[in-house]
């Protein structure tokens, strides 16, 4: 499986946030992308993305910033990647031929149990665990 940009910024710029979050403390776009080594311009399109998936709130303003919209340990990765990443949860195969129902069958089963173990992840544990951290799926 093949992870685009847009899904690895969005997973660090989620990582940053839940380890800055501290109550209603917001951090700005500055601080994040140097942070995250990623140019600010692109990340304010990101962030837009994210708020408007409800992933983060935004502040407007001299003071303004972004923080994770619910805690980390709520914001799954099949959360995000509905956000950020629709299409590569969908499935869509053709019941043609002989054996496109079975292969339909087989697709949606491999599907089901991608979907799930997405949800087994969440950004809390991204955010915790350090580089070579162990992930059981």
């Known amino acids: 499986m093949k992870a685009s940009l847009k899904l690895e910024y969005s997973l660090r710029v989620l990582a940053q946030l839940a380890r800055r979050s501290k109550g209603a403390a917001v951090t700005r776009i500055e601080e994040l992308a140097k942070a995250e ?3 600010s311009n692109y990340l304010v399109q990101l962030l837009n993305e994210l ?8 502040k407007r303003g001299k003071t303004g ?3 994770l919209a619910r805690p980390a340990d709520e914001i799954t990765l099949r ?4 956000v950020v990443e629709p299409d590569l949860v ?5 019941l043609k031929g ?4 079975a292969v339909a069958t087989l ?3 491999v599907s089901r ?4 173990s997405l949800t087994g992840f969440t950004v809390a544990q991204l955010a915790a665990d350090g580089e070579g951290a162990d992930w059981e799926i």
């Open 37 to 39: 080594t990623i140019p």
């Open 51 to 58: 708020r408007e998936g409800g992933l983060v709130d935004s």
């Open 65 to 67: 910033g972004y923080r």
């Open 79 to 82: 959360q995000v990647l509905a």
């Open 90 to 94: 969908q499935t869509k195969i053709t």
């Open 98 to 101: 002989d054996s496109g129902p």
């Open 107 to 109: 697709w949606r089963e």
């Open 113 to 116: 149990r991608f979907e799930k």
